[in-house]
């Protein structure tokens, strides 16, 4: 999925378009839990903060992922020089179990 590399690799000016990949393809696979992290990280680098942790919930929830990988997919864009908004709130949220 091209949004991944995008949020991984990309330019400041593709992280609209990696979010709008996301969203196209959550839409058609609801339940692919790669897809519904992409779409997480998608809406974290977009700067909507609330929408993403509402959707790391809802995966939590439904046993789709655990903090502790979200925790491991940060670090790697930490290593990535990624600069992950909330990055503290976040890891204190993941670290709390969500």
């Not at 997480?40 to 993403?52: I, K, V």
């Not at 439904?62 to 930490?78: A, G, H, I, W």
Request: glycine content about 4%.
């Amino acid at each position: 999925m091209y949004a991944m590399y995008f949020l991984l690799y990309g330019q400041p000016s593709d992280l609209p378009t990696a979010l709008s990949m996301s969203r196209d393809a959550l839409s058609s696979e609801t339940n692919n839990a790669y897809i519904q992290h992409v779409y997480a990280y998608s809406l974290l680098f977009n700067n909507q903060y609330d929408d993403a942790v509402a959707q790391l919930k809802a995966m939590f929830k439904n046993s789709v992922s655990k903090p502790e990988s979200v925790l491991d997919d940060l670090t790697l864009f930490s290593s990535l020089k990624r600069e992950v908004p909330n990055l503290q709130e976040l890891t204190a949220f993941l670290k709390a179990g969500g």
